[in-house]
């Protein structure tokens, strides 16, 4: 029997989410090993860093090689375990879903990443530039999604744009306290996909919970 996957990761960290959705997906084995990049600044480590040279949650170790950069893992998973099915198949639609990834995947999350925080001058001055690249970020999704929604980022299918989404939204919810509700198609994708049993399942108070209940 193939060993089980291994997945670096951190409760609140929204790359994480992303393939841990991806796996659950998929329905990969797999085990979750935290790395505290907050209070720890575990991803800073020697040890850590010998698993992901950037020191970045997630990191994640399958079939034998350790694979960095979520949406690198997550595009390795839909080449090797191709069901379900995270891209859609028309070419279009597919340009459609990148460009939602994108624009989160590097519009948003590099620009209120925790790692920042040190090297702007104060935790003021990290939640006012994080909040203005959040704030335009959202104003794009808006527009985008506006285009391409259905129940879905890209129509009805679940596809990456989704797993990149959600993770993204709770982020700004809940870490920055971000107002979304002036973003119509941005609140109603959110609603609906944290009501799937897909993000209950890999939503980090349901990891909380696990924990708990082990301890
Ligand atoms: N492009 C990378 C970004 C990884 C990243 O920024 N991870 C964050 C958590 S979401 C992190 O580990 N931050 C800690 C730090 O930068 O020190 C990916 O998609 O995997």
Redesign the pocket.
């Known amino acids: 029997m193939a060993e089980k996957a291994i997945l670096y990761g ?1 409760r609140f ?4 989410w ?1 393939v841990r959705a991806a796996l659950l997906a998929k329905r990969i084995p797999f085990e979750e090993r935290a ?1 505290d ?1 907050v209070r720890g ?1 575990e ?2 480590t020697a040890q850590y860093r010998a698993i992901n040279p ?5 990191a994640l170790v399958i079939d034998g090689v350790t694979l ?4 690198a ?1 997550v595009q390795y998973l839909e080449d090797t375990r191709p069901l379900p099915a995270l891209t859609p198949k028309s070419p279009l639609d597919k340009a459609r879903m990148t460009e939602i990834c994108q624009t989160i ?1 590097s519009g948003i ?2 620009l209120q ?4 925080k040190n090297f702007l001058t104060s935790d003021e001055e990290y939640t006012r530039f994080s909040l203005h690249w959040c704030e335009r970020g959202l104003e794009t999704l808006e527009e985008l999604l506006g285009r391409t929604a259905g129940t879905h980022c890209v129509g009805d299918q679940l596809t990456v744009a989704d797993l990149c989404l959600v993770p993204q939204l709770f982020n700004l919810t809940h870490r920055f306290k971000m107002d979304i509700s002036k973003h119509p198609t941005v609140t109603r994708l959110n609603t609906q996909l944290l009501a799937q049993d897909l993000f209950q399942r890999s939503h980090p108070n349901t990891l909380k919970k696990e924990k708990d209940a082990q301890t």
């Open positions: 951190y960290s929204s790359c994480s992303r790395v990049i600044r991803q800073l950037a020191q970045k949650v997630p960095v950069e979520s949406i893992i995947v999350q590099p990443n925790i790692g920042l």
